[in-house]
């Protein structure tokens, strides 16, 4: 299919530059894909919308403050977005400007009034136009831990403003981990409460995260036109023994029904069933579109996307292409925030698989 094809009209002024006031205030947007039908709810209505007795598979994993500001050694400006940490203490990063962060290269970690808190230091050319980098402080390499007391939150480039405090608490779940190294929040997430992951527990539903490491794979926008020849960035994920207990019979015995809360999970799981038992941790490079049928999840609960991403492609492979498109034009009718702090979709009967 032609990446094109995934194409729809969204005002700017429908790109939500901050949170709602609440995490569950967000609206709900609820589209059945085997009967084709839609319906607006809120986000603290999920409750009722959740089948009872559900196995909810959020991404638990903690997003990283990623961005390192870099002033180079000529004067200039740059800017290294951390993905994951490699094996002898660097990174994979994505650096700007590439041209001038080559191999051999260094720059300087600053802080808004330009004082220096580490160096970066360009090792290595990877594929993809990456990078391997190592950040240098006064007491030697830094860990992920140290590189969050002196960087900032990636923030996707669609909001505009700096990241604040308000972000800081905001731009990432209540139930994260206390580790991975996502460098972009599992966005379904953000919109739960304690108080509404307890409603849901209730009902008889489980709660039960698994984690992917959220990285180019899910928000690096497709250039190639054709679907086929898009490549996704591999990330990694892992499943813990306490939602394989209860995934696995799930699955194979199809005995209770399963929520995907965001795509990450979705994928994670996809990724990790291989028809009888679910891998507890690898990676991925999966790319769900248009003719994939589902496996595991039942239903999905998902943020809205970018016109021509993988995302918007993913939805559209679960509600076919046709409802997708209708489905975000009474969005944009309706004027639902989009992206990451946006309004939520709830996809019911997501394992209809049509075309």
């Not at 699955?251 to 069933?273: C, I, K, M």
Request: one cysteine or more; proline letters at 7%; a negative charge.
């Amino acid at each position: 299919m032609r990446r094109s094809a995934f194409h729809f009209d969204l005002p700017p002024e429908l790109i939500a530059q901050h949170p709602a006031e609440r995490r569950d205030g967000a609206r709900l947007l609820v589209a059945d894909a085997a009967a084709g039908t839609l319906r607006h709810a809120m986000i603290r209505d999920l409750p009722d919308l959740v089948p009872p007795g559900a196995v909810c598979v959020p991404n638990d994993v903690k997003v990283r403050h990623a961005r390192l500001p870099l002033r180079r050694s000529g004067g200039g400006t740059g800017e290294a977005l951390l993905l994951r940490a490699l094996p002898g203490g660097a990174f994979e990063a994505l650096v700007r400007p590439g041209s001038r962060l080559r191999p051999g290269k260094h720059a300087l970690v600053v802080d808004e009034a330009g004082s220096v808190l580490a160096e970066v230091q360009i090792e290595a050319a990877l594929d993809e136009g990456l990078r391997r980098v190592r950040v240098v402080g006064p007491g030697g390499d830094l860990d992920w831990d140290a590189v969050d007391a002196i960087g900032r939150l990636p923030l996707p480039p669609y909001i505009a403003h700096p990241a604040d405090a308000e972000d800081e608490g905001r731009y990432q779940t209540v139930f994260h981990a206390a580790e991975g190294e996502a460098v972009a929040a599992p966005t379904a997430g953000l919109h739960f409460t304690p108080e509404l992951i307890g409603a849901l527990r209730a009902r008889g539903c489980a709660w039960e995260p698994v984690r992917l490491h959220v990285g180019l794979g899910t928000f690096r926008p497709m250039t190639a036109e054709d679907l086929d020849d898009h490549v996704m960035h591999e990330e990694r994920y892992e499943v813990p023994e306490a939602a394989a207990a209860l995934l696995e019979p799930a699955f194979r015995e199809r005995n209770r029904p399963v929520l995907a809360v965001g795509t990450t999970s979705l994928r994670t799981l996809e990724a990790a069933w291989d028809g009888e038992r679910l891998a507890r941790s690898g990676s991925t490079r999966l790319f769900i579109q248009p003719g994939y049928r589902l496996r595991t999840a039942d239903h999905l609960l998902t943020n809205f996307h970018l016109p021509e991403s993988t995302l918007f492609v993913l939805v559209s492979a679960l509600l076919g292409l046709d409802f997708a498109q209708e489905a975000y034009r009474e969005a944009v009718r309706e004027r639902y925030r989009f992206f990451s702090y946006g309004d939520a979709m709830l996809i019911l009967g997501a394992r209809a698989g049509r075309d």
